[in-house]
């Protein structure tokens, strides 16, 4: 079955600093890799989606990259704020989806 | 324009007992899908609907139903309610037909306690 892993262990960072995320997959070729963000009592929130022929996608601050064949995903935020800390998700599927168990980031002033 | 919304917010129930959950898509999309989501984990797939249908259903047992209206609102049922069951409910809604991968606008869920 499908197996996607994210960093269980909360990230903490000093604001000003790039965070890094990992996603992780296994028995799984997906065309599409997904990040979304979620707040505590919230539902996710979409932020990027990166097709499986593209190595590297950008949106403001935030940064993705797609290797398929390490089946990993990173996930970058450049200049990283408190308002930065949540939960963030990867998620992999077309329509229907499987999503890791996300990762805490922190970011302290 | 309104996001997508869920009703109830918070809800307790007793364990053989019965729950439906209720979702309104974003406007403008015609596919609801649902979510369970256990404390610290990420969402798990339950199942879709599209043209009052299902169209996909994930690892869930058939206590778990559900039903898309002509509007395209939709309910999850969750017949003999186990304490496993709780959770929070995501719906998350999506347009069919667009080229590449249903990006999901979520709501803010139902969060389902199971005594």
């Known amino acids: 079955s499908q197996k996607i892993e994210q960093n269980s262990e909360a990230l903490n960072i000093q604001e000003g600093k790039t965070a890094t995320l990992t996603c992780n997959y296994t028995?799984?070729?997906?065309?599409?890799l997904q990040w979304y963000r979620q707040d505590p009592g919230r539902g996710p929130v979409f932020l990027l989606l990166?097709?499986?022929?593209?190595k590297e996608k950008r949106k403001e601050r935030l940064k993705v990259t797609f290797d398929t064949t390490l089946k990993q995903s990173l996930f970058h935020i450049t200049a990283s704020q408190p308002a930065d800390s949540a939960t963030y998700l990867c998620?992999?599927?077309?329509?229907?989806?499987?999503f890791g168990s996300g990762t805490k980031l922190n970011v302290k002033p | 324009d309104a996001g997508v919304t869920q009703s109830p917010t918070h809800l307790i129930k007793t364990r053989g007992q019965q729950v439906t959950l209720r979702c309104s898509p974003k406007?403008?999309?015609?596919?609801v899908s649902w979510y369970q989501q256990a404390l610290g984990q990420g969402p798990q797939f339950i199942f879709q609907?599209?043209?009052?249908?299902?169209?996909q259903r994930g690892n869930f047992p058939d206590r778990f139903s559900g039903h898309q209206f002509p509007n395209y609102s939709s309910e999850l049922n969750v017949n003999a309610l186990l304490l496993g069951d709780s959770a929070l409910y995501l719906c998350?809604?999506?347009?069919?037909?667009?080229?590449?991968?249903?990006?999901?606008?979520f709501g803010a869920g139902s969060r389902l306690t199971v005594l």
């Open positions: 998620a992999l599927g077309f329509n229907k989806f499987y």
């Open positions: 406007s403008g999309h015609d596919t």
């Open positions: 609907y599209y043209e009052e249908e299902e169209r």
């Open positions: 028995n799984y070729s997906p065309a599409y």
């Open positions: 990166i097709r499986e022929n593209e």
């Open positions: 998350a809604s999506s347009l069919a037909g667009v080229s590449g991968a249903n990006v999901l606008t």
